[in-house]
Every structure is written in C-alpha cells, then in structure tokens.
C-alpha cells in the first residue's frame, strides 16, 4: 500500500481564537483596574490650586470628585460661565488628589458710560472690576446713555466701532505719547475721541477733539499720526482734527 501524504494545512482557527480570547482578556482586565481606581478615594481631589492674578472662590464643589474620572470639558465649561471675566482657563492632574487650573483673566481696554460704568475687554466682554479700579487712565466710551438702558441692551454695531478704534490706535507710533481719553458714540457717523494735546496732561480745555467717523478707521488713524507729528509744535492753536475728508481738516473752534 502506498504510504500515506500527511495533510500540512495550517489551521488557522485556534491561534485566532487565542488572540481573540487575549484581546477580550486585557480589556476586561482593563476596565476592571479603570474601575477600581475611578472608584478608589485614593484620587479623590483634596486640593485645588488655580494659577493667574485672578481670585475664584465656589470651587469646593469639586472637592472630592475623582481625580480620573472627572470631565475637564464640563467643568472648563462651567467656570467660563460662572466667571465671564476670564477669557481662558486649561485644567491639569497631579497625581494622586490635587487639580490645577491655569487662567487667563480679560484685561479691560476701555469704560462704557450707561447708566452706570462697565469695563470690557477687547471683545466687548464686561468684566466685574472693583469701583477703585476705574480712574486707571483707561479711555471712556460716552454717547449711549440716553439711547441704552444697560449692558445687554446695547446695539454690537456701535461698541464695534470703539473697540476697532481702540485696537488700530494702539497700533500708530503717537498712541503712547497721546492717549485717547473719551470715544463718543452719540452719531456714528460723527463718531469722535479726545486726546491730550500736551502729554504730560493738562486740563480737559486743553484737548484735541479727532473726529473720525465710522468708515476706514485704520486708515484715518495713519493719516492722524503721521498729521500729528508734522503739526506737533502747533498743538496748543488747534482744537479739532477732523479726518472724514481726503484733506484732514483743522481748526480752532
């Protein structure tokens, strides 16, 4: 009789039935130890540190909470909302019970004159800063008192104009020698700022009132700065500035 052929074939069940088994093995394992830990009052928070020159206080209710399981997300969430005046904040661990919360506070770039005042960045985010705080030579943004009874009420389309003004004037050379004391909203198309006409700071009699509009205000303001600095020696025989024309016009009156 003929010798009989052995059949060679791998049969590839078996080690895929191991590998499945092992894949199925470490994730059990897995949740199992996820589990334990999450529920281990070894990483329950006792310590939060939070880091920035702001105060935060109603943090407590954190204390506790599982240093594994809690939901940055949420709680990031909830803090922008509890304190508006903050503009970033980023959670961290450090194992095994202490949270960190790294902030960045909103730094107010002018006061809004309603009924009472306002700080806001350059958002126009209001910000809660103590009364004490607000003769900081911050510019002052007047002409809606009469038109908006608070914060909330006010049109985007006029604090727009300010802050524009505010973020392109920090950009001209005479920004620092010449610092813009009241931005007036009363006629968008007549909208207007007052500087110092002697930096050292005379009284109010003494400044510059720039009327600027609302259109092309980057543009202006160059034209302004590079004015400013071929008239500089004149300053104390002029009153107005007016930039809304081709020609920046000047006057006394």
């Known amino acids: 009789l003929p010798a009989m052929v052995?059949?060679?074939?791998?049969?590839?069940?078996?080690?895929?039935?191991?590998?499945?088994?092992?894949?199925?093995?470490?994730?059990?394992?897995?949740?199992?130890?996820?589990?334990?830990?999450?529920?281990?009052?070894?990483?329950?928070?006792?310590?939060?540190?939070?880091?920035g020159s702001f105060k935060m206080e109603g943090l407590r209710y954190l204390l506790g909470e599982n240093l594994l399981s809690i939901d940055f997300k949420n709680v990031e969430k909830r803090i922008l909302f509890d304190y508006p005046a903050l503009e970033k904040i980023r959670i961290s661990r450090t194992f095994p019970d202490t949270l960190t919360i790294d902030?960045?506070?909103?730094?107010?770039?002018?006061?809004?004159?309603?009924?009472?005042?306002y700080f806001i960045d350059s958002d126009g985010a209001i910000l809660d800063l103590p009364f004490e705080e607000q003769n900081?030579?911050?510019?002052?943004?007047?002409?809606?008192?009469?038109?908006?009874?608070?914060?909330?009420?006010?049109?985007?389309?006029?604090?727009?104009?300010?802050?524009?003004?505010?973020?392109?004037y920090s950009k001209i050379k005479i920004s620092k020698e010449y610092k813009i004391e009241n931005i007036n909203l009363a006629f968008p198309t007549q909208t207007f700022f007052t500087i110092k006409a002697d930096p050292a700071g005379l009284d109010d009699k003494e400044a510059i009132k720039v009327i600027i509009g609302k259109e092309d205000i980057a543009k202006r303001l160059k034209t302004?700065?590079?004015l400013l600095s071929k008239i500089k020696s004149n300053l104390s025989n002029i009153k107005y500035i007016d930039l809304r024309f081709k020609d920046p016009v000047t006057g006394k009156n």
Request: net charge positive; with cysteine; glycine share 2%.
């Open 136 to 168: 900081n030579g911050l510019p002052e943004i007047t002409g809606l008192e009469n038109k908006i009874l608070n914060y909330h009420n006010i049109k985007r389309e006029y604090l727009n104009i300010a802050l524009t003004l505010i973020r392109e």
């Open 224 to 226: 302004l700065s590079i």
């Open 6 to 51: 052995k059949d060679k074939s791998f049969d590839f069940r078996r080690p895929l039935f191991l590998s499945v088994a092992a894949i199925i093995f470490c994730a059990l394992l897995f949740l199992m130890v996820k589990n334990a830990v999450t529920r281990s009052t070894y990483f329950n928070i006792k310590k939060i540190v939070v880091r």
């Open 103 to 117: 902030i960045k506070a909103r730094m107010p770039v002018a006061k809004l004159r309603l009924k009472k005042p």
